[in-house]
């Protein structure tokens, strides 16, 4: 059965580091464009970055730029977000999701028939 799980959420002083993972079971990314999308109560689910199996170009939101680093190791079929500096407006579940075709491209937002998304993982930056 394909599915998506997140983990590496918690709590941390800003300022701080946390590497959030994406692992894959049931079938491979290497078909797949990957992002990580976060969500915080009463507000829509925002994009914060996308990672192309095609060529593996990333794209990231104005937001994280330069904080965060999204990756992809094929061997455990597994996607990274490093998150760095992290600040208080970081606070948010973080989700990740793919899609085909194996790229991103804006507004890229995973839908049926091939879309899938994982059940998320907190994450909480102290304030």
């Known amino acids: 059965q394909a599915q998506l799980v997140e983990s590496g959420g918690g709590l941390v002083q800003p300022g701080g580091s946390l590497r959030l993972s994406c692992a894959a079971s049931?079938?491979?990314?290497?078909?797949?464009?990957i992002g990580w999308f976060r969500q915080v109560p009463g507000k829509e689910r925002e994009g914060v970055s996308c990672?192309?199996?095609?060529?593996?170009?990333?794209s990231y939101a104005d937001s994280v730029k330069g904080r965060f680093t999204i990756t992809k190791d094929n061997a455990k079929n597994t996607v990274y977000l490093q998150m760095n500096n992290l600040k208080p407006e970081d606070t948010a579940v973080y989700y990740c999701?793919?899609?085909?075709?194996?790229?991103?491209?804006?507004?890229?937002?995973?839908?049926?028939?091939?879309?899938?998304w994982g059940q998320g993982t907190q994450v909480t930056i102290l304030s």
């Open positions: 999701a793919v899609d085909s075709p194996p790229y991103c491209y804006k507004d890229w937002y995973p839908r049926p028939p091939f879309g899938s």
């Open positions: 990672i192309s199996s095609s060529d593996g170009s990333t």
């Open positions: 049931g079938f491979t990314l290497d078909y797949y464009a």
